[in-house]
């Protein structure tokens, strides 16, 4: 009994050691050419998307490089270790020999202006017929311009994520977005002025803007659009204020502006956005509010602000469980004598689209507060919602020079990120060269303020549609 309790507690040991073995097994040269390869100080190395539950020790047996090397090429991770779905370097233990930086020289060529000539570097990253190259200057448009005329560059910095094996939905609405801004440019350009744009693919990398702000690269950058987070918001907010270069935020809406001159940031915060819909509720007669909790905590900080509000105002409003409505339990929740706005917790439509239904067929009279994301749904009810991406614009002679420039489609309507970087990019210019644009914007108009000349600016402005 004791030997086949030794032969089974020695098989139960193979058994652990093998699946130790395959958990950690070396990745082999074919693994390996899924990973995008780089240069970085005339060293190879692979760009790693890290992933869920994985530690820098099993990373390093992974790919056979010690853990010091994998720090030497981060140095982030020092400080704050992995993070999920973040791009590291892992030496290959190759050189390569650098390349000399090529500088394009202007050559006495004029190129009409009703035309938009596709940019062609060697990094690029194709979409269609159009190509966003990395890390390096690119012409808006292919036009030169007599000597002594002005040249203002600007640089566009977002995650295009170029290196990416596969790229994500997030990285085709960056790349409509700089197409739109590149419009923007063709339609500004005179025969005085030379636009030109440094694009960057930021991707999730601190690294890499850091990098940005201790070289020269920026030094003849008047402006610059872009950047999605924080961290390289932060890093590049105090490269601007040194060299007062105005940076102009499309995506981020909670960034400290206090002590931040140089920052445009287009979104607004939640808190903006709830005093507006707090507001237009509050102006509206026999009304009662209905919170439908769907447990998303995106959400809840901004319905709890939106009650509080409410509550400050002594509008009367009730809450209830998605459960309940689902279960048409709602009796408790609404008020037959008064309007009902049901209010529901999330931005993504597939997570409350079971539940419109059961609120359809409740017998009050309703309203539904939605998401502007909703919009392209065909709910059959009455809906209230904020934006900043309403247009009435004639997109007729828009849509022809897009159809002209790109063979690609537009990846959502909602919101189209191509018509954000078209009025963004002509904001910017506008601002730079002090001047007005008496042109309309092609969504939602844009209204800076600014609490103190120390502080930066907010777009303030908030559409409430009733739909």
């Known amino acids: 009994m004791k030997g086949e309790r030794l032969k089974v507690k020695g098989m139960r040991i193979l058994f652990f050691l093998s699946i130790f073995n395959f958990q950690f097994s070396i990745a082999t040269a074919q693994e390996l050419l899924n990973y995008p390869l780089d240069t970085v100080n005339g060293e190879e190395v692979y760009r790693y998307q890290v992933e869920?539950?994985?530690?820098?020790?099993?990373?390093?047996?992974?790919f056979n490089v010690p853990q010091s090397e994998i720090i030497r090429l981060n140095p982030q991770l020092r400080e704050r270790g992995l993070h999920f779905d973040e791009i590291i370097l892992l030496p290959t233990g190759r050189k390569v020999e650098a390349k000399k930086a090529v500088v394009e020289e202007v050559k006495e060529t004029v190129v009409p202006k009703d035309t938009v000539i596709p940019v062609q570097l060697d990094t690029v990253i194709p979409t269609d017929?159009?190509?966003?190259?990395?890390?390096?200057?690119?012409?808006?448009?292919?036009?030169?311009?007599?000597?002594?005329?002005?040249?203002?560059?600007?640089?566009?910095?977002?995650?295009?994520?170029?290196?990416?094996?596969?790229?994500?939905?997030?990285a085709e609405r960056m790349m409509e977005f700089y197409e739109g801004a590149l419009l923007a440019l063709h339609d500004l350009q005179n025969d005085s002025i030379l636009f030109r744009l440094r694009v960057y693919d930021t991707e999730r990398s601190e690294r890499k803007v850091q990098e940005l702000c201790d070289s020269t690269e920026l030094d003849s950058v008047k402006a610059i659009l872009g950047l999605v987070y924080p961290i390289q918001?932060?890093?590049?907010?105090?490269?601007c204020e040194a060299h007062q270069v105005p940076l102009f935020l499309p995506f981020s809406d909670d960034v400290n502006l206090k002590n931040h001159p140089q920052i445009h940031q287009f979104n607004s915060p939640d808190a903006d956005e709830v005093e507006a819909l707090a507001q237009w509720i509050a102006n509206r007669e026999d009304r009662h509010c209905?919170?439908?909790?769907?447990?998303?905590?995106?959400?809840?900080?901004?319905?709890?602000?939106?009650?509080?509000?409410?509550?400050?105002?002594?509008?009367?409003?009730?809450?209830?469980?998605?459960?309940?409505?689902?279960?048409?339990s709602v009796g408790y929740a609404v008020d037959s004598f008064q309007e009902n706005i049901f209010i529901l917790h999330s931005d993504r439509y597939q997570h409350v689209r079971m539940a419109l239904p059961?609120?359809?067929?409740?017998?009050?009279?309703?309203?539904?507060?939605?998401?502007?994301a909703w919009q392209k749904e065909h709910i059959d009810m009455p809906q209230v919602y904020t934006s900043?991406?309403?247009?009435?614009?004639?997109?007729?002679?828009?849509?022809?020079?897009?159809?002209?420039?790109?063979t690609n489609t537009h990846v959502s309507d909602m919101p189209r990120y191509d018509l954000l970087g078209y009025d963004l990019m002509r904001e910017m210019v506008q601002i730079v060269l002090k001047q007005d644009d008496d042109k309309q914007p092609l969504q939602?108009?844009?209204?800076?303020?600014?609490?103190?000349d120390q502080d930066g600016w907010q777009n303030t402005y908030i559409q409430i549609v009733e739909k």
């Open 233 to 239: 918001i932060t890093r590049m907010a105090a490269w």
């Open 52 to 62: 869920r539950s994985i530690g820098l020790y099993r990373i390093g047996v992974n």
């Open 388 to 406: 900043k991406f309403i247009t009435d614009a004639d997109l007729t002679e828009y849509d022809r020079l897009w159809d002209e420039t790109y």
């Open 358 to 372: 059961h609120i359809a067929k409740i017998h009050v009279k309703k309203l539904l507060v939605s998401q502007y």
């Open 129 to 170: 017929t159009v190509v966003v190259p990395t890390d390096t200057i690119v012409p808006a448009d292919t036009i030169i311009v007599p000597d002594g005329r002005r040249v203002i560059e600007f640089a566009l910095m977002l995650p295009f994520e170029s290196q990416q094996t596969k790229r994500s939905g997030n």
């Open 444 to 452: 939602s108009p844009i209204v800076w303020e600014s609490e103190s």
């Open 290 to 328: 209905v919170f439908v909790d769907t447990k998303e905590t995106d959400m809840s900080s901004s319905m709890r602000l939106l009650r509080k509000k409410l509550k400050a105002q002594e509008i009367p409003y009730s809450s209830m469980a998605l459960r309940d409505l689902m279960n048409d």
